[in-house]
């Protein structure tokens, strides 16, 4: 932990984009990361998920794992328990939910645990493609 946490450092200093999928764990927090997320015209996949959801532990790690290699794609998490007004706001139903933004305009959506199907919207919305091994 603390050899990464060097590295973090090291990397900020130096003006690299360590990519990661970023908690909004408060409604201003949502507010301000969806705000600039929609600036940098960057695909947005926003993760609406909850701490108790077994399919959302399952797809969190390909999350996680896709935000390192795709820096060019912009990584949001929600947990619906802890901002339920925003999850409101969106119509989240079930989880995992996948939300794909470009520009503040929805351009697609997952409903559940589709690694497959994540994979093919990225690439789809995306000008990168995605590697699955």
């Known amino acids: 932990l603390l050899l990464f946490r060097s590295f ?16 909004c764990h408060t409604v201003d927090s949502w507010n301000e990361q ?3 997320a929609n600036a940098s015209k960057k695909l947005v996949v926003v993760d609406f998920t909850a701490s108790w959801c077994g399919p959302c532990r399952l797809i969190t790690p390909v999350l996680v794992e896709l935000a390192k290699k795709l820096p060019q794609v912009i990584f949001l998490k929600v947990d619906v328990d802890e901002l339920k007004t925003v999850a409101q706001d969106w119509a989240i139903e079930a989880m995992p ?22 994979y093919q919207k990225i690439a789809l919305h995306s000008s990168d493609s995605v590697q699955t091994a």
Not at 8 to 23: D, M, S, Y
Not at 97 to 118: P, Y
């Open 8 to 23: 973090q450092l090291r990397c900020r200093k130096e003006g690299k984009t360590i990519a990661e999928v970023i908690g």
């Open 34 to 36: 969806l705000q600039l």
């Open 97 to 118: 939910t996948l939300i794909f933004l470009k520009e503040g305009t929805i351009v697609d959506k997952i409903v559940g645990a589709r690694k497959d199907e994540l």
